[in-house]
């Protein structure tokens, strides 16, 4: 099991409930080490680490996460308010960076906890009345560490931040998805279509692909060599592959071919 790191914050409604679901269902201890007065646990293999600010501006976490991985619990928030829990990996694929991190900047990934994640999540459906499961593509920080990251959320109001059955079932499987992870997945990323991803989603749950993350229609224009070189330098295992949307690249679909051949990238379509 590779060493991991589960990120809470007192400022998020969601991330304290399921705080307090990983110290009811599972025998955290609190640390005896102090790291920059932020509260820590250990449970096996796993830290469990407390913030008091905002976790998508925290730009320290290599000082105080002596973990291989690092994984947020989050709350999600939306303008359609529709319940529904969300995963994805950290960057700011363009010349802005309005919720933490850097500019151009892409975080490591891990995309066969990704998938086993959202596959573990799937079985639980039907005890998650109304709740939609969907990938998000790449986005915010923080996206300065060196350690791969992913974002598990819960959204998209506060009847679902405070959500026990839901938070429940999400603790539970993504402490499975650590401790159980499957590999020997084929490994890509994807471009194009929308924000929330049916089709990507649907990719992990349904073929031997796993994603290090996606870059939306929204942002296809910044994509460059450099934020290539990131997204293959940057992920736990060997990326061959490029999942492209067919309807997402817009004008910008010669150019993006041209430059993944240059690299020598499988292109798949979906």
Same mark, same amino acid.
């Given at each position: ?50 913030? %008091? ?5 925290? %730009? ?45 900047? *892409? ?36 996206? %300065? ?32 998805? *650590? ?92």
């Amino acid at each position: 099991m590779i060493k991991s790191a589960l990120i809470v914050s007192r400022k998020d409604q969601a991330s304290v409930n399921m705080l307090n679901i990983l110290l009811k269902n599972y025998n955290f201890h609190p640390s005896s080490e102090s790291r920059d007065k932020k509260t820590y646990y250990k449970y096996k293999n796993i830290e469990l680490i407390v913030l %008091n600010e905002e976790m998508i501006y925290c %730009n320290y976490l290599e000082k105080i996460c002596k973990s291989e991985r690092i994984i947020f619990l989050s709350k999600h928030q939306s303008k359609s308010g529709k319940p529904t829990l969300t995963a994805h990996f950290l960057g700011n694929p363009s010349n802005e960076a309005p919720y933490g991190g850097e500019k151009m900047q *892409i975080a490591p990934t891990c995309p066969n906890l990704l998938k086993n994640y959202i596959i573990n999540l799937e079985k639980q459906k039907n005890d998650l009345v109304n709740y939609e499961i969907s990938l998000e593509a790449t986005h915010h920080g923080p996206t %300065n560490i060196s350690k791969p990251c992913l974002f598990i959320e819960i959204g998209s109001q506060i009847k679902q931040w405070k959500d026990d059955n839901a938070a429940n079932i999400v603790v539970n499987t993504i402490m499975e998805s *650590i401790e159980n992870e499957n590999d020997g997945n084929k490994i890509g990323f994807g471009l194009g279509g929308p924000h929330y991803s049916k089709k990507f989603t649907e990719l992990l749950l349904k073929s031997e692909y796993s994603i290090a993350g996606y870059i939306s229609r929204h942002y296809i224009k910044y994509f460059n060599q450099e934020l290539l070189f990131q997204i293959l330098n940057k992920c736990e295992q060997t990326v061959e592959y490029v999942i492209i949307d067919k309807k997402g690249l817009g004008k910008e679909k010669k150019r993006i071919i041209n430059l993944l051949k240059e690299n020598e990238l499988e292109i798949i379509t979906i």
